[in-house]
């Protein structure tokens, strides 16, 4: 029998699961990442979970192939990391690092690739190999599979489509200084932005005024037929269908997972986005699917995995 | 001594080259592209060229690992197309009817793939393995190159950014049927017609008025500091940088290399492209490069090579 680890770095929390290689998650468990001190004990805190299960599930490194990480920064196609802006880490050659803390073999790339595989390979992507998976979190996250393979950049930024600009119109300024991404529309911060915002300029009823704003709030509205939560949930929704024509256009996807906290809203955010897809997308990409993720934490994990056993 | 063919089929002319296996052409041809009757001789014809120049060049084919083709159409990951709109054919499994037509091992895909594989070979690319080769001609082509192999996407239909959406208030509907596509205002075609309109609403005097408007004619009048045809390349400039600083969002690339006839102009026309490039992109893209095509017209046989010999 033979083993992997899929570890998911993530800004308060690292997890770590155990597989056996057709995929099946054996256990899973999760330790504070500890960013202090430019997070230096991250990687040996990592190793000292993976000896510890090694031990409690009684196996020996000859039997483990690999461990596969997914880490919240650009990474490289050497699995190193060039800054990170909440992990401590500078400079990092976490591939390298962790090979010789461990005598194992290592993969490392961007977490959102990371999770893009994971729901190809056991979640809403199954049995495809083009996948774009979007995060709608605090940010906007992507995730780009072509041909069952992360496209990477050659900077480690390749799907940073919450920044790719969808409003010319916009006058207030995104975190990465320019005006109009679609993070500033799409994420979980973005949604409760565009909602005050027509809330002060439209004087329609809604239920939205008596509750403390939310993307989950605004969704809850919708399904309950308020109007003014329509109208935002259609702005949302032609930011997003735009945005992925784009990406369409560009990679040519044959489905777009959507995950995140905001995709808790379920069902009724995909009608949303794909009634403004259909709309601006080029012929040849009309027939692209779209689904909710499926795996929540569980991605990062599945698909760093993944990662592993696809370059064994 | 071992030898590849490209073969590059455009929808007039077939071009043919014949490569040492480290890039070096020996010879290239080429020959009319017969689309009537469904195109049902265009790859005999090809046949035909390939054997006469075994023949003439005395190679036999043990010493040929195999012929690189480049295709006017998407094509899949199986070297299969599904429609072309000029040469005449429906479904056609190009890869396994050439296979059985020669003997030899095929590999087919999508022209402008085909063309940005050369590019990174041997042309603007090189000592790159992240490249977006952008074709200014009668339409926008697009051909993505991402850690050395091309991005086909799952109808074969990745790099169609001649359709990425960049204005929202276009009036005029795109040959694609949508509005405010970037070939409407970047091909040859585009220019022409973003000339005539501002020619139309100002009155300010230019040498474009005694002329037969074409990319050309703008870009020479540009040259010759001609403030309405500055006024047009301004144009054409924030169109290509909106797209441009999209398709950096999505695939990261290290360098933007711009073809076809419109490229002709000269580096003038990648000032205007990086002006408003540097405006939009995201931090992490802002250092890629723009560079004009270096191999005209060889990029197709050139990229064919590479494709076969990156499959050997």
Same mark, same amino acid.
């Given at each position: 029998?033979?083993?992997?680890?899929?570890?998911?770095?993530?800004?308060?929390? $690292?997890? %770590?699961? +155990?597989?056996?290689?057709? /995929?099946?998650? !054996?256990?899973?468990? &999760?330790? #504070?990442?500890?960013?202090?001190?430019?997070?230096?004990?991250?990687?040996?805190?990592?190793?000292?979970?993976?000896?510890?299960?090694?031990?409690?599930?009684?196996?020996?490194?000859?039997?483990?192939?690999?461990?596969?990480?997914?880490?919240?920064?650009?990474?490289?196609?050497?699995?190193?990391?060039?800054?990170?802006?909440?992990?401590?880490?500078?400079?990092?050659?976490?591939?390298?690092?962790?090979?010789?803390?461990?005598?194992?073999?290592?993969?490392?790339?961007?977490?959102?690739?990371?999770?893009?595989?994971?729901?190809?390979?056991?979640?809403?992507?199954?049995?495809?190999?083009?996948? $774009?998976? %979007?995060? +709608?979190?605090?940010?906007? /996250?992507?995730? !780009?599979?072509?041909? &069952?393979? #992360?496209?990477?950049?050659?900077?480690?930024?390749?799907?940073?489509?919450?920044?790719?600009?969808?409003?010319?119109?916009?006058?207030?300024?995104?975190?990465?200084?320019?005006?109009?991404?679609?993070?500033?529309?799409?994420?979980?911060?973005?949604?409760?932005?565009?909602?005050?915002?027509?809330?002060?300029?439209?004087?329609?009823?809604?239920?939205?005024?008596?509750?403390?704003?939310?993307?989950?709030?605004?969704?809850?509205?919708?399904?309950?037929?308020?109007?003014?939560?329509?109208?935002?949930?259609?702005?949302?929704?032609?930011?997003?269908?735009?945005?992925?024509?784009?990406?369409?256009? $560009?990679?040519?996807?044959?489905?777009?997972?959507? /995950?995140?906290?905001?995709?808790?809203? &379920?069902?009724?955010?995909?009608?949303?986005?794909?009634?403004?897809?259909?709309?601006?997308?080029?012929?040849?990409?009309?027939?692209?699917?779209?689904?909710?993720?499926?795996?929540?934490?569980?991605?990062?994990?599945?698909?760093?995995?993944?990662?592993?056993?696809?370059?064994?």
């Amino acid at each position: 029998m033979k083993y992997c680890f899929g570890v998911d770095i993530g800004g308060t929390t $690292v997890k %770590i699961g +155990l597989f056996e290689m057709d /995929g099946k998650m !054996i256990g899973k468990w &999760g330790i #504070p990442t500890r960013t202090e001190d430019n997070g230096k004990n991250i990687l040996g805190d990592i190793v000292q979970v993976l000896n510890e299960k090694m031990d409690e599930y009684d196996i020996v490194k000859s039997e483990v192939e690999g461990i596969g990480m997914g880490i919240p920064a650009p990474v490289d196609v050497n699995g190193v990391v060039l800054n990170t802006v909440n992990l401590g880490w500078g400079y990092k050659a976490v591939k390298r690092e962790m090979e010789d803390l461990t005598g194992l073999k290592v993969q490392a790339a961007n977490d959102a690739n990371v999770a893009a595989l994971g729901e190809m390979w056991q979640g809403a992507g199954k049995g495809e190999t083009d996948v $774009v998976m %979007i995060t +709608l979190g605090t940010g906007v /996250g992507g995730g !780009i599979i072509c041909d &069952g393979r #992360p496209i990477i950049g050659t900077n480690g930024a390749a799907g940073e489509i919450g920044h790719i600009c969808v409003s010319h119109e916009e006058t207030e300024t995104c975190n990465c200084g320019k005006k109009g991404c679609l993070e500033q529309y799409a994420s979980a911060t973005g949604i409760v932005r565009i909602a005050n915002i027509r809330l002060s300029v439209d004087d329609k009823p809604s239920i939205l005024r008596n509750e403390e704003i939310s993307a989950k709030t605004v969704f809850d509205a919708v399904k309950e037929g308020d109007e003014l939560a329509k109208d935002i949930a259609e702005e949302f929704g032609y930011y997003m269908g735009r945005a992925t024509s784009m990406i369409a256009a $560009v990679v040519d996807p044959a489905i777009f997972v959507i /995950g995140g906290g905001v995709s808790n809203a &379920g069902p009724v955010l995909l009608d949303y986005i794909q009634k403004y897809y259909q709309t601006y997308a080029f012929f040849a990409n009309q027939h692209a699917k779209f689904a909710l993720a499926e795996l929540g934490n569980d991605a990062g994990i599945i698909g760093g995995a993944k990662l592993m056993l696809d370059n064994i």
